[in-house]
């Protein structure tokens, strides 16, 4: 069983920070990429940032140069630094993993709970 726990939400001002965190736990071979997608009401889940086992990233144009994407390796854990916050980036936040776990051959997609973030004007 693998679980993906997210903390970190929580409401700021607009031009504040905020520092999500993910940690995967289970029977985890390995990770490849793991990202932040978001989701606001009435809108689709939309990806924010991934990075790949090496440390590549890519980012949505939304937020690049608030955002910044890192992960260790070690912890199994990522993070989502996100600073100088707008209300639109107010949305429900999700990580996914992409996780080989012990006895599977392929690496399958995980997905955290969400957490809630919202950016007041």
């Known amino acids: 069983q693998v679980q993906l726990v997210e903390s970190g939400g929580g409401l700021v001002q607009a031009g504040g920070s905020l520092r999500l965190s993910c940690a995967a736990s289970?029977?985890?071979?390995?990770?490849?990429?793991m990202g932040w997608y978001r989701q606001a009401p009435g809108t689709q889940r939309e990806l924010v940032a991934s990075?790949?086992?090496?440390?590549?990233?890519n980012y949505a144009d939304s937020v690049k140069g608030r955002f910044t994407i890192s992960r260790d390796n070690a912890k199994i854990t990522v993070y989502l630094q996100m600073n100088s916050l707008k209300p639109e980036d107010t949305a429900v936040y999700y990580c996914?993993?992409?996780?080989?776990?012990?006895?599977?051959?392929?690496?399958?997609?995980?997905w955290g709970q969400g957490t809630q973030v919202t950016v007041s004007s």
């Open positions: 990075i790949t086992s090496g440390g590549s990233t």
């Open positions: 996914k993993a992409g996780v080989l776990a012990l006895g599977r051959n392929t690496y399958v997609d995980y």
């Open positions: 289970g029977n985890i071979l390995r990770t490849n990429v």
